[in-house]
């Protein structure tokens, strides 16, 4: 049976990943940490080439807010924000858990992403809100 594209498990391939997985908490720990200082993180790429907010811009911000307890704020800021904190916080758990018990963790998210498509759909769903805010609605 083939798997279609959007139930392709995509985020438990990326965590299944270590090395991949590492980059990406470090960078996004140090990026949110800086501005948890209120020093200077990496400036948006995208943002700076094209001269529009990327569809993540905010979330730094908005993560800052939630670990802050301020969720109106963060909500305000970046409606995603809570989806990746806790996406994040999965990665993070992959990388500290014992190697079977983050196996079994990877394995239970490739399983929902080809039950659900869920990756997917919030790709989606994330592209749809940054269109959205593009166009001032929100």
């Known amino acids: 049976m083939q798997t279609h594209f959007w139930y392709r498990p995509t985020f438990a391939n990326m965590l299944d990943n270590r090395t991949e997985t590492l980059a990406i908490v470090g960078v996004g720990a ?5 501005h948890l200082l ?8 995208f943002k700076a080439l094209f001269g529009i907010p990327c569809p993540g811009c905010g979330l730094t911000t908005a993560t800052g807010a939630l670990l802050h307890g301020q969720f109106s704020s963060a909500l305000q800021t970046h409606a995603f924000a ?13 990388l500290v858990l014992p190697k079977n018990v983050s196996t079994n963790l990877v ?14 759909w919030f790709a989606v769903a994330l592209m749809i809100y940054w269109f959205v805010r593009l166009l001032g609605l929100v």
């Open 82 to 94: 809570p989806l990746f904190l806790g996406a994040f916080v999965l990665m993070g758990a992959v």
């Open 38 to 45: 209120g020093l200077p993180g990496w400036a948006c790429p």
């Open 30 to 34: 140090a990026q949110v940490g800086l």
């Open 107 to 120: 394995a239970r998210v490739a399983q929902v992403e080809r039950k659900t498509g869920l990756t997917a």
